[in-house]
């Protein structure tokens, strides 16, 4: 009869879970009510929460305590690294240091004629850029407003301009990611993986799938675009009737756009040169993401002193630092309500439960299901809800036992499923991202999703396989 609870309560909450994020609804507090329910039903069982030792004394609102002590844990790991990077995030916003970087970035393209080989290198000018604007939509507005006029001019067709900025936001590896962060830190609490950081997963495990998926759907793109140019050739009435917003022109002298430029990625650019050093000189510094930004802000700072020449505006500006750390904290909670409610999960004992199966079906050889799974789920999501962010994040928790109960390695799974759901987004005719360019360019949103789903999905496959190759 436990095992029938068990299971029952496990299917309604997760099933619960899957209905919210396809009906594109905030999930946070599901996830902490699940999470305390299953605790509940946990206690009524017999059974210990898992993670509380020493609770309040009234072991009914031990479920409180245990949100309480996940909200104190990830505000001191993974929490406060989101946290300052939406403030430097911020900042940078606040100063147009983003605006200079996409400026010097777009302006070359409008002297590359060949339109077809602009495809590829717009494609990855857009992940690099996302760099510095993570927010898919937020990227595409800007581009509409800053590329498509420079493409236009260049011939290239409408629905081609449409695709390239809908996939301009997908799986560059970086440090500063908050998906990035989130993994890196939950990894870092298990021994196989104590001491990992964030640089180190996303360089040695992170860009060694990402990178070459990235050059290949460049390739994929430059060829399904030219085909379905062709193909559409007189069937498609272009026009220049575009809603773009105005943006003003970036003024200034070489040494103000070189410095504006290189002030969003100088974190990355501090953690990458410190990983290079630890591996080819064998130089060791402790450098956290916390520290870079918080080098990088003062860099930023200093460079508006001399811009400005005046303290008073500057120090005043440093406030949106702060106010965008708190921008921030929808992510956080997001982290800690997925691991409330994997806590609940695991009290009821449903991991363990999961892990004994799991390891009664060892021998198949067939360590690659469980990823397909999830990159299954997470692709019907993210096509249906749009975003698979919620759905990623909640996961975060539940990787390393399920890898573990699984006998793989964690990597085989956080991975492929990240990568799967940044990609997917520009397959789903209801992502904002997808809403905005076909809103803007007055198309359809299955216009854009036909030009983006072959690379796209080229992509996926290709990297599952790549992630399978090297992580198994």
Aim: aromatic share 6%.
């Amino acid at each position: 009869m436990t095992d029938i609870i068990m299971y029952l309560s496990a299917i309604v909450s997760v099933a619960l879970v899957i209905f919210m994020l396809a009906k594109k609804m905030d999930i946070k507090i599901t996830l902490f009510f699940m999470g305390i329910l299953l605790m509940i039903i946990a206690m009524l069982l017999g059974k210990d929460i898992v993670g509380i030792e020493d609770g309040t004394g009234f072991k009914w609102i031990d479920p409180i305590l245990a949100v309480v002590e996940s909200f104190k844990s990830t505000l001191t790991r993974a929490g406060f690294i989101i946290l300052m990077l939406g403030g430097y995030a911020a900042y940078m916003s606040h100063i147009k240091a983003n605006d200079v970087t996409v400026s010097v970035l777009t302006k070359p393209l409008g002297k590359i004629k060949n339109v077809y080989i602009l495809v590829p290198v717009v494609f990855l000018i857009g992940n690099l850029l996302s760099l510095v604007i993570p927010s898919a939509s937020n990227l595409a507005i800007i581009l509409l407003a800053t590329l498509y006029p420079i493409l236009r001019a260049a011939k290239m067709p409408t629905l081609t301009i449409g695709a390239l900025i809908a996939t301009a936001a997908t799986i560059i590896p970086t440090p500063l990611g908050g998906d990035n962060v989130a993994v890196a830190n939950e990894l870092a609490t298990y021994a196989d993986f104590s001491g990992l950081t964030v640089t180190e997963y996303v360089l040695k495990y992170h860009a060694i799938v990402s990178i070459p998926t990235l050059l290949l759907i460049a390739v994929v793109h430059y060829f399904w675009q030219k085909h379905l140019d062709m193909k559409e050739l007189n069937k498609v009435t272009e026009t220049d009737d575009v809603e773009i917003k105005e943006v003003a022109a970036i003024e200034g002298g070489k040494l103000y756009k070189t410095v504006y430029a290189l002030l969003p990625v100088l974190p990355i650019i501090l953690l990458i040169t410190v990983f290079v050093l630890d591996v080819t000189a064998n130089i060791q510094l402790a450098l956290s993401v916390e520290i870079a930004t918080i080098i990088s802000l003062i860099a930023a700072i200093l460079c508006e002193m001399i811009r400005v020449r005046k303290i008073k505006p500057v120090l005043d500006g440093t406030e949106k630092f702060f106010t965008g750390m708190g921008g921030a904290m929808p992510i956080v909670a997001l982290l800690v309500a997925a691991s409330v409610f994997v806590q609940g999960l695991q009290s009821i004992g449903l991991i363990e439960a999961l892990q004994s199966a799991m390891l009664g079906a060892d021998g198949a050889g067939q360590g690659f299901v469980l990823p397909l799974i999830l990159v299954a789920l997470t692709a019907l999501i993210v096509i249906i809800s749009g975003s698979g962010v919620a759905l990623f994040y909640a996961m975060v928790p539940l990787m390393v036992p399920l890898a573990d109960a699984a006998g793989i390695n964690p990597i085989a799974i956080t991975v492929p499923m990240g990568l799967a759901g940044n990609l997917l987004r520009a397959v789903s005719p209801v992502a904002a991202v997808i809403m905005i360019i076909s809103g803007s360019l007055k198309v359809t949103p299955l216009a854009i999703v036909k030009r983006t789903a072959v690379p796209m999905l080229s992509g996926v496959v290709f990297m599952f396989i790549l992630s399978m190759i090297f992580f198994l």
